[in-house]
Structures are given as C-alpha cells and as structure tokens.
C-alpha cells in the first residue's frame, strides 16, 4: 500500500526539476539515448554485475529495477519512499538493485557511498542505505567532510568498527564505488536517480509509470 500519496506527489514532483537540473550539467553526452537496450551478454552484465547490491531479496520473475544513485542527491532523497514503496508491493516478485553513482558536485556523496559500500561487506547494506536517505536532510549539500558521522552510523548499526575502518579506507571499496560509476557512464547516465527496468532505460514521468512499468515487465516475464 502506497504511503501518504499527496506527500509522495510533491516529493515527484520535487525529484523531476532536479533531475532535469542534473541531466543539463551531468557527466556524459547530450544526445545519450532515453532508453537502452541491454540484450546482449556485455549489456547485461553491465548493467548487473555479480557483485552489484540487492535490495532486500532477490525476486523470482528475473525483472530486474536498476537505479543509479547518490546518496547526497536531492532527488534520489526524493525518490527514495517510492522505491521503498515499489520494492513492498513487489516483494519477491522484482529483483532490485542499487548501482554508486557519487556525483563530482556532492562533497559527500563518494564518502557515503564508500560507508554503504563498507556496511554492505558486513551484510548490513540495506540498513546502511536506509539509514542515508533517513537523516540526508541533516547532512547532505555540506562542505566538510563527514567520515566521523558515517563511521558513527556504522556503530548506530553495531559494525564490527575495526573492519569498517578497514574496509572504509581500502583501496578495494574506492574501486568498487568507482567501478559502478564507470559502468554507468558506459550505459549513459548523466545523472541521478537513472532507473532501468528490465534491462531498458525508465524516465517515470509520474508515480503510477512506476508500477506500469514493473507491471508490463512482469507481463512480459510470464509470457
């Protein structure tokens, strides 16, 4: 059941003026292609590595719902409830999968996805991405760097610290997050949120093409 509709609605709204801010100045070509088919082995696999991050399980139906994201974005904080929204209505049905996207305007964004990422290796990424989005408003669009207050929601989470210091740090989690961002400049994302549903590019003009799209993909997987 979808949450507080109106309040949704004007968070929509919200995301589809910054999004259309971040596609006039991303990284990337201006004549990158709305949609994107990914039929091959290469475009699947780019799009979905074997290491990408699932949300919660992974459904049954083999749809995937891919977005591209920052977590100091403005829009992604936006989308955030109808992501969480469509992942409750399409439990075990939809597989859905977060790709770092940090944004070089986002002071923090690289950081925070470094912490997600660190989380993650302790199985605690979903709880690590919720937390990010929760308290964004308190410390996104900042100019300092906020290491000692993603370390202190990794003890919020109760992370083994040593290891997240470790792993925070590591040249491997910096790749990792960099690794996601070049595969989405490979695919032509120029901005956040970037969704894909089902291996093609997704541009929701309202709430309901959401489930729309998931609907027909989910169609299309049972036929």
Not at 11 to 34: N, Q, R, T, Y
Not at 148 to 177: C, K, N, P, Q
Request: with cysteine; proline share 4%; hydrophobic share 40%.
């Amino acid at each position: 059941m979808r949450r507080q509709l109106a309040v949704i609605a004007g968070m929509f709204a919200l995301l589809a003026v910054i999004v259309a801010g971040l596609m006039a100045w991303g990284p990337g070509s201006d004549d990158a292609p709305a949609e994107v088919a990914l039929d091959s082995a290469e475009g699947t696999s780019t799009l979905v590595r074997d290491d990408s991050r699932v949300v919660g399980e992974p459904g049954s139906s083999g749809v995937t719902f891919v977005e591209f994201l920052d977590f100091e974005c403005e829009a992604c904080g936006a989308a955030y409830p109808i992501v969480e929204d469509l992942r409750e209505n399409y439990e075990g049905e939809v597989t859905f999968v977060s790709r770092y996207f940090p944004l070089d305007g986002h002071f923090n964004a690289e950081r925070a996805a470094r912490a997600v990422e660190s989380a993650a290796r302790q199985d605690k990424f979903v709880e690590m991405y919720q937390m990010m989005y929760e308290t964004q408003s308190a410390w996104g669009e900042g100019r300092e760097p906020l290491d000692d207050l993603f370390r202190s929601y990794a003890e919020d989470l109760g992370l083994d610290m040593a290891t997240y210091d470790a792993d925070y740090a590591s040249e491997e989690v910096a790749a990792r997050v960099e690794a996601d961002r070049q595969d989405g400049l490979s695919l032509g994302v120029q901005g956040t949120p970037t969704f894909f549903v089902d291996g093609k590019r997704f541009e929701p003009e309202s709430i309901d093409d959401f489930d729309a799209a998931l609907d027909e993909a989910l169609a299309g997987a049972s036929s």
